[in-house]
């Protein structure tokens, strides 16, 4: 029975069992007769919750009670109701969701939830795919994935069973053991109440995911434990999970969160997916249960009307959701909501799977004008969307599989146009991704060192992604070429060395300077790493349905599938030398000349063999030999192909692929040497050596100081190494040639530089300071100052990277205003001014808004003419220019705003030429008042100015100039969540 009457003049809706997304859109309705109160709620108790603004009372209760009816009533669906006072009377305005949403009538404080009928069906996936990832049965021999893989184990052991449980315990009110205690990205925030119910506080910023620790360690020692034999760690990883059972609700409820906190910031995406990846993985190791607490919680969630409730889509209609900062908790604000789709579809896709697990995603997370953004490969919704991130690839992983749990090929358009262009204008040289939280990373702006860029997290959902389309398309070898770069020059680029003391793990992949220090406190970015270095071993093979084998990656390493061996022997990537042996397993052990015919089994393994789109030569030559040695064939493989081989048994295969050098010049929005454009005198540029990413190095000779010395006159942000008399667009075999091996790395050295510049592979690099991109000056001098540029579009549809216009400020300044800013038919020059043809002009202020984004507080900036920039093309056919013209000053102080996890910007101060910082006058981090002419003064919130001190100061005093992010993690914990606040820092030059 329905208990009050209802005051106000809105219903909210209690989500119920729909299976198509489509926003909210008003329809007005003819005048209702009065009714009674809606029926329908006996038994259920209200639950508090404001729910979206204030509402405004009315006083005629019956119109009330009959919009509410017919709202309930409604065939196509309700989530609320307008009583709207007309000239013609009182009239009902209704807004039209689902075909089964709930009616909650409410005051503006209380829902009344209806039930929502269960659906356990089987989720039977429409599309198969043609290739299988093994998960178990490969073994790492040797080499980088056997060390990467090693290395984690020992990370891995920091985790102490009652720390990870520590949450656990305190949400379900079981006292924690006196040692036990919470680290890490689990902790440091105090909720009011620890037990559940009655509650706790909402809980923002990067810390306090409770249960994440939980989360990383599963999916970390899940993926380990597939592979090897490691007693301690398997029964750490079993007791996890029992305990996590144990102290499941009777509900089913399962979080270490509190349930009345399951909308909160990251609770409900970030952390659930965590702990979903990590009792899959566990699953996957043999651990029993881990399946059974997820089906039980997500029955929870899945049905759990108080909860889906809040999390319907605030906005009204298709496209982005506009959010303000009260919404921060409900339906699309939640902070990256796109990233709890994967929780779903990951349970859709197991052997616990229901058809309700699609219909959450379908009904609560989906968003159909981002899928049809997507597929017209509008590249605005990647990074001006809400929340942009990298994290956007979880949500294209999850789309990938709604395709596969439905057989809709818009999930399939979508994802196919995301990684299009994921991959055209957001992946840096070498794999890294280019698009971070807190900030906003235009198509093409490939940042280095003056915003985050290269985040772990990033490149792992990557590998994930391609994984899945390699699966579906195993001809393609481009996904598997994404995934071993993205391995190789990210993955094992973050991972501490072997015997660091303790293990970690980077946040970014850095590409100038020196490398992110690895932490220890398990961050996003180390949970995505433990669990890529645990699921090493499966991305080296895959297998079809009849058994043959893909061999994608090369490391040495034995894969036992049926009766069959395939070992694999090679000195990748120090050379590019590849030999495979098939043999027999009997008993466990290998038998490489048992003879198979008459005993039952296949007498021959068919192999595809990966002949990699890295090779300069469009083809390589492939050898079987006999057991004796003696030749039996020889084959040749396509460059960008899978060669089949059919092999016997104690046949060997050979091959070596020449692992040549390739030059990348840089097109990105650094300039090359944050004062200079990318011009015919200075240009940066990176070298690869098959799929490895090199990196400048000075060597440490003695001999090398004076060249080394002759980069400290460079400005701020300058590139680490600089290569003089050397132009990178000559042939690359001209200027840097193989110079041996150091610890088992290629070296190659600049021609010309008595070998003190080096190239050596980047994953390799610990502590020395690099450049990926160095600065080449093919000639001595430095180029005059250009504060205006015009330059017109290319006449083809995807312009290339290198037209832009080009802005530099006179040496030692820093630009501070943008003057003029025009796109499409300009009349005038730079001495007259431009005048834009009215018929065929971009929004200005639109165009204003890239380049401020672009270029101020820079030395310099190149910004890229492409009409995708500044909205829609004002003229299509008709070539444009872009015409910019800035104001440059000296900066010797500099302000920067952070809006966690909006924005987050940095300061960036310099000196003079041949100038460095010799002190730090001023370093604020809070709320800050004043200016860089009165001073600052941070009155209330503010952190430890003797941290922000010392940590402005590291990165700054000594340089000619620094870059300095404001972002709280670096200062210590957040001194005020939610509120904006500002890093200003003065210094003095000498």
């Known amino acids: 029975m329905w208990h009050g009457i209802p005051t106000a003049a809105s219903v909210a809706i209690a989500f119920a069992h729909i299976v198509s997304f489509r926003g909210a859109v008003a329809v007005p309705l003819s005048r209702l007769p009065l009714g009674s109160v809606p029926s329908g709620f006996s038994g259920v108790q209200p639950e508090t919750r404001i729910l979206g603004p204030q509402v405004v009372p009315i006083t005629n209760v019956d119109i009330t009670s009959g919009c509410a009816e017919a709202c309930l009533a409604r065939g196509g669906g309700c989530i609320g109701f307008n009583v709207v006072n007309t000239t013609d009377g009182m009239l009902c305005e209704v807004s039209g969701y689902g075909p089964e949403a709930a009616i909650v009538p409410t005051n503006g404080s209380a829902f009344f939830p209806k039930a929502i009928a269960r659906n356990d069906s089987r989720v039977e996936p429409a599309v198969t795919y043609s290739l299988a990832v093994p998960t178990r049965g490969v073994t790492l021999t040797s080499g980088p994935f056997a060390v990467a893989f090693a290395t984690n184990i020992a990370y891995l052991s920091q985790f102490p069973v009652n720390d990870i449980l520590y949450w656990f315990r305190m949400r379900a009110g079981v006292p924690n053991p006196p040692n036990a205690t919470s680290w890490g990205w689990d902790g440091h925030v105090q909720p009011t109440e620890v037990a559940d119910p009655p509650g706790g506080r909402n809980i923002d910023g990067p810390y306090g995911l409770r249960g994440s620790v939980a ?245 792992s959902f990557w590998i994930r992604l391609n994984q899945r389309f390699h699966r579906l398309r195993p001809s393609q070898e481009v996904y598997t070429t994404e995934i071993e770069r993205s391995l190789l020059n990210v993955i094992l680029a973050n991972q501490a060395a072997p015997d660091a003391d303790p293990p970690g793990i980077r946040y970014f992949a850095v590409l100038e300077g020196q490398k992110a220090t690895p932490t220890n406190y398990v961050t996003c970015c180390e949970s995505q790493g433990t669990r890529t270095y645990g699921a090493l071993p499966e991305f080296i093979y895959s297998t079809t349905a009849d058994g043959t084998v893909f061999v994608n990656l090369y490391a040495p390493s034995v894969f036992r599938v049926g009766s069959f061996a395939l070992v694999q022997t090679t000195g990748f990537p120090t050379n590019g030398s590849v030999t495979l042996a098939v043999a027999r397993t009997q008993n466990g052990t290998l038998n490489a000349t048992q003879n198979a015919e008459g005993d039952g089994e296949a007498s021959s393994l068919r192999v595809m063999l990966r002949i990699p789109s890295w090779l300069q030569a469009s083809t390589v030559p492939v050898t079987v030999k006999n057991a004796d040695g003696s030749v039996n064939r020889t084959l040749s493989g396509k460059q960008g192909t899978y060669l089949p081989l059919e092999l016997a048994v104690s046949e060997v295969v050979e091959v070596t692929f020449a692992m040549g050098l390739r030059v990348s010049l840089y097109n990105g929005s650094t300039p090359a040497d944050a004062s200079r454009c990318n011009s015919p005198d200075v240009t940066r540029a990176a070298v690869e050596w098959g799929p490895l990413l090199l990196a400048a190095t000075y060597s440490a000779d003695p001999r090398c100081r004076p060249l080394s010395a002759s980069t400290q006159a460079l400005p701020a942000g300058a590139p680490t190494v600089s290569i003089f008399g050397v132009d990178p667009r000559t042939p690359v075999d001209s200027w840097l040639q193989p110079s041996g091996l150091d610890k088992g790395d290629p070296l190659f050295s600049v021609v010309g530089t008595a070998g003190c510049v080096v190239f050596r592979p980047y994953y390799r690099l610990q502590n020395e300071s690099f450049s990926v991109y160095p600065n080449f000056l093919p000639t001595a001098g430095r180029n005059q100052s250009s504060q205006c540029g015009v330059t017109q579009e290319a006449g083809r549809s995807e312009p290339p990277r290198d037209s832009t216009v080009c802005l530099v400020c006179p040496v030692g300044q820093v630009i501070t205003a943008i003057a003029d800013s025009q796109f499409g038919v300009i009349e005038g020059n730079c001495s007259a001014g431009f005048n834009p043809e009215p018929s065929c002009a971009a929004n200005s202020s639109l165009v204003k808004s890239v380049a401020k984004e672009l270029c101020l507080g820079q030395e310099g900036c190149s910004v890229p003419v492409d009409c995708k920039l500044f909205g829609k093309d004002p003229c299509p056919g008709v070539l444009k220019s872009l015409a910019l013209s800035v104001e440059c000053a000296p900066a010797q102080c500099d302000i920067a705003t952070e809006n966690w996890p909006q924005e987050t910007n940095a300061v960036h101060v310099g000196c003079m030429h041949n100038q460095t910082i010799e002190a730090i006058v001023d370093a604020k981090y809070g709320v800050v008042t004043g200016t860089c002419s009165s001073g600052f003064s941070t009155p209330g919130c503010h952190a430890d100015p003797q941290v922000v001190q010392q940590v402005v100061a590291t990165q700054c005093v000594g340089k000619a100039g620094c870059t300095v992010s404001a972002n709280h993690v670096l200062f210590g914990k957040d001194p005020c969540v939610g509120t904006v606040k500002e890093l200003a820092v003065a210094v003095r030059c000498a």
């Open 215 to 459: 989360g990383a360690f599963m999916m970390g020692a899940g993926g380990a434990t597939r592979w090897a034999e490691l007693p301690e760690l398997s029964q750490r990883l079993g007791q996890v999970v029992e305990n996590i059972s144990a102290l499941q609700g009777s509900d089913g409820f399962a979080m270490a969160f509190l349930r009345n906190e399951t909308n909160n910031h990251e609770d409900p995406n970030y952390v659930q997916s965590w702990v979903t990846h990590g009792l899959l993985e566990a699953d996957a190791a043999g651990v029993e249960g881990a399946t059974a607490v997820l089906r039980r919680h997500f029955d929870w969630f899945n049905y759990n009307t108080t909860v889906l409730a809040n999390m319907l889509p605030p906005n009204s209609g298709p496209g982005p959701v506009n959010c303000t900062p009260d919404q921060r908790d409900h339906g699309h604000c939640v902070y990256l909501i796109y990233q709890g789709m994967i929780h779903n579809t990951r349970v859709a896709g197991s052997s616990v799977g229901t058809a309700r697990d699609v219909q959450v995603v379908q009904s609560l997370y989906q968003e159909n004008w981002w899928l049809e953004a997507l597929a017209a490969r509008n590249l605005s919704q990647i990074w001006q969307r809400q929340s942009a991130h990298n994290y956007e690839i979880t949500a294209f992983e999850a789309y990938f599989d709604m395709y596969v749990l439905t057989g809709e090929p818009r999930y399939l358009a979508a994802v196919e146009g995301a990684w299009d262009m994921m991959r055209g204008y957001w992946i840096h040289v070498g794999g890294s991704i280019a698009i971070n939280e807190g900030g906003t990373y235009p198509p093409g702006s490939y940042y280095l060192n003056t915003k985050p860029t290269g985040e772990l997290c990033g490149s």
